[in-house]
């Protein structure tokens, strides 16, 4: 069975540039979470979907991120524009219908702004 | 401000050693507290997670303890290989719907 997906794995970006990471979660996976990890520093929280739906935005930084998933399959996350602080690893991760503690991390994307 | 703190950042222990780290929460409302194992170039991998109604689990070679009053838990590494050298992270979770909340990380090392 496939896992978490994500692509690109690097990204390499001038500031104010727009980046668009996509992420596609285990096959028949509802949920579907978004993470990120600044250099050092703890896995933060950014979003959380069930299906196509946004269930928890809290840990979206600002306006300049904005994250999709429609038909309920494949996400996005778009940042725009890129900002110096925007670097880190960000992190996708799935899991089944109703089960929410055990979830599946993709490799991540590895996003340096310059 | 963090809400899981981790500690140490990084561990070097010779073969057959327990690495142990430790994390500390302030939220009494958390109540699932898993461990994360991380090689480079791969995402996260649950390893083992426990529930504040148990004070020890074991799986294999893997223990977490947990102690409820202090708000502190820890993951044990019995008789340590070089295969286990990777990022660990522990976190905490007090949201039904799987938000985690995570510490740092440290990085652990296993020499042979």
């Known amino acids: 069975e496939a896992g978490v997906t994500q692509f690109p794995s690097h990204s390499v970006i001038e500031k104010g540039q727009t980046v668009t990471l996509r992420c596609d979660p285990i096959?028949?996976?509802?949920?579907l979470y978004w993470y990120r990890r600044v250099m050092g520093k703890e896995i933060k929280f950014l979003l959380h979907?069930?299906?196509?739906?946004?269930?928890?935005e809290s840990g979206m930084p600002n306006n300049r991120f904005l994250a999709e998933r429609t038909g309920g399959t494949y996400s996005t996350l778009k940042v725009q524009p890129a900002e110096l602080e925007d670097s880190g690893v960000y992190f996708c991760?799935?899991?089944?219908?109703?089960?929410?503690?055990?979830?599946?991390f993709g490799p991540g994307t590895r996003l340096t702004v310059l | 401000q963090q809400q899981v703190k981790q500690s140490p950042q990084s561990l070097i222990v010779q073969k057959g050693g327990i690495p142990i780290i430790n994390c500390a929460y302030e939220?009494?409302?958390?109540?699932?507290f898993p461990w994360y194992q991380q090689f480079p170039g791969k995402g996260p991998a649950l390893l083992i997670a426990i529930r504040p109604d148990v004070s020890e689990k074991k799986e294999g070679r893997f223990t977490i303890s947990f102690n409820k009053s202090a708000k502190q838990f820890s993951l044990h590494i019995m008789d340590s290989q070089p295969g286990d050298s990777a990022t660990y992270f522990c976190a905490a979770s007090m949201d039904s719907w799987g938000k985690l909340q995570f510490g740092a990380g440290t990085q652990v090392v296993v020499t042979p």
């Open positions: 979907f069930v299906k196509e739906s946004k269930q928890d």
């Open positions: 096959s028949g996976h509802d949920n």
């Open positions: 991760a799935s899991s089944p219908p109703f089960s929410y503690n055990e979830q599946f």
């Open positions: 939220n009494t409302a958390f109540d699932y």
